[in-house]
């Protein structure tokens, strides 16, 4: 390798020591990786541009605006005790609702937008149950993850890969994704009973308290909610049209803030904006350039040529390899920069003989998709729900995180493995 591609690798160590280390808040240290790529040469400025994801953030932004307003007519917290109460207010039966609720949403929206909607609810609950929200929190990026994983739509690295492959359709992700979904989130459920149970009691009287609320009360401004459901359904509605109409989800999303803060008028303009996770977007920026030091020097395609040299070409080695190497990568690296550069390397193989490609496209989408789990900074879901956590006082640490996270990830792996060897491999 080049001296220029050593640097690299040295500013990310780096950074990411820090980051891990949290002794700099996440987005300043971030930042700063990005203009030391930019800086010492390894990156240009218009290189580091172009590596920035404007379709995830717009996104991002466009949802959170929505989401900000939509907060104003009371929906979300009218939500939470709807679901508090078909859960007859027991927290251990809310966290797994709540849990299925999110990986249900997060399949057919995408998963950033599910958890946007989803934590104010959480919040809501837990503060009316004076319970730790973190068991709460954490299931469900681990289950906008899992969900996310199950379509065409879910998740990014699915979007690209279908994207990238033709062949592979809406109906082709549901029917080869979504069984291992389900699995997984059924061995999941369990687990966080049995993890989390104790952590999440409360008292009979707090319980009945909720009982006896009435949800309809929560809803505070119906006027401006029907504003808010019908824009939001427009969305929705374009998510699930946008290959048909030739749009990025950002396009969509951007289209439905600015849409719904035309109807509500100026009034609603700065606490929509204030309502955007400034520092969360910014994180994004700081390592969309921090990565694409490793990508512009060749770093990750040299990690990726080697790995997938080892297998020989061998089907069965060659998709657990991308399986396993997708998990682990996509834990500690955004996964749309690792799939991006996956994409033409799969693609290539099949140039040199490989006869069957489709078992490594989905080795590829599990990996990506579910190895965000591993850690806090592995999947956009995760490092959204950390920055509204920390922005109402309940602040998720890098360590804490992976201590749970890193664990249900191997088991997901795991799981995948077994299930793309019986289904594909034999």
């Keep these: 390798m080049e001296l220029q591609a050593y640097f690299a690798i040295g500013i990310f160590l780096l950074i990411y020591a820090i980051i891990i280390s949290e002794k700099i808040h996440r987005t300043i240290i971030a930042m700063i990786g990005a203009v030391l790529m930019v800086v010492c040469g390894i990156v240009s400025q218009e290189t580091a541009l172009n590596h920035i994801d404007f379709n995830t953030l717009g996104l991002l932004i466009g949802m959170m605006i929505m989401v900000g307003i939509t907060a104003e007519t009371g929906l979300f917290t009218y939500i939470a005790v709807k679901a508090a109460k078909l859960a007859k207010g027991k927290p251990r039966r809310i966290l797994i609702v709540l849990a299925i609720l999110t990986a249900v949403c997060s399949a057919f929206l995408d998963n950033v937008t599910t958890v946007l909607l989803m934590v104010p609810v959480t919040l809501s609950i837990t503060r009316q149950l004076r319970v730790n929200p973190f068991p709460f929190l954490f299931t469900q990026i681990l289950a906008s993850n899992v969900g996310g994983t199950a379509t065409l739509i879910g998740d990014p690295p699915n979007i690209m890969i279908g994207s990238a492959v033709s062949e592979l359709t809406f109906m082709a992700f549901i029917n080869n994704l979504a069984p291992?979904?389900?699995?997984?989130?059924?061995?999941?459920?369990?687990?966080?009973?049995?993890?989390?149970?104790?952590?999440?009691?409360?008292?009979?009287?707090?319980?009945?308290?909720?009982?006896?609320?009435?949800?309809?009360?929560?809803?505070?401004?119906?006027?401006?909610?029907?504003?808010?459901?019908?824009?939001?359904?427009?969305?929705?509605?374009?998510?699930?049209?946008?290959?048909s109409l030739h749009l990025e989800s950002a396009t969509i999303a951007l289209c439905g803030a600015f849409l719904l803060l035309l109807l509500t008028g100026e009034r609603m303009l700065e606490s929509a904006f204030a309502s955007i996770e400034w520092p969360t977007i910014f994180f994004f920026v700081g390592l969309f350039v921090l990565v694409s030091g490793l990508v512009e020097t060749g770093v990750i395609t040299q990690l990726a040529i080697h790995a997938t040299q080892l297998t020989g070409g061998n089907p069965i080695a060659t998709s657990m390899l991308i399986l396993w190497l997708s998990a682990i990568a996509s834990a500690f690296l955004d996964n749309i920069p690792f799939v991006a550069t996956m994409i033409p390397l799969i693609q290539e193989m099949g140039v040199l003989g490989v006869s069957n490609l489709e078992p490594l496209w989905w080795s590829l989408a599990l990996g990506a998709c579910l190895g965000g789990n591993g850690t806090l900074i592995g999947a956009s879901a995760n490092l959204i729900v950390a920055g509204l956590a920390s922005k109402e006082g309940h602040p998720i640490t890098f360590i804490k995180y992976l201590k749970y996270g890193f664990p249900f990830m191997l088991l997901s792996i795991l799981l995948s493995s077994v299930y793309m060897y019986l289904r594909y491999l034999i």
Aim: aromatic fraction near 10%.
């Design 180 to 243: 291992i979904a389900i699995i997984i989130m059924l061995a999941y459920i369990p687990l966080f009973l049995l993890i989390f149970g104790k952590q999440v009691q409360s008292t009979p009287e707090l319980q009945k308290s909720i009982m006896e609320l009435d949800e309809n009360d929560m809803l505070t401004d119906r006027k401006l909610l029907w504003k808010c459901l019908t824009v939001l359904t427009l969305t929705i509605l374009g998510f699930f049209l946008h290959q």
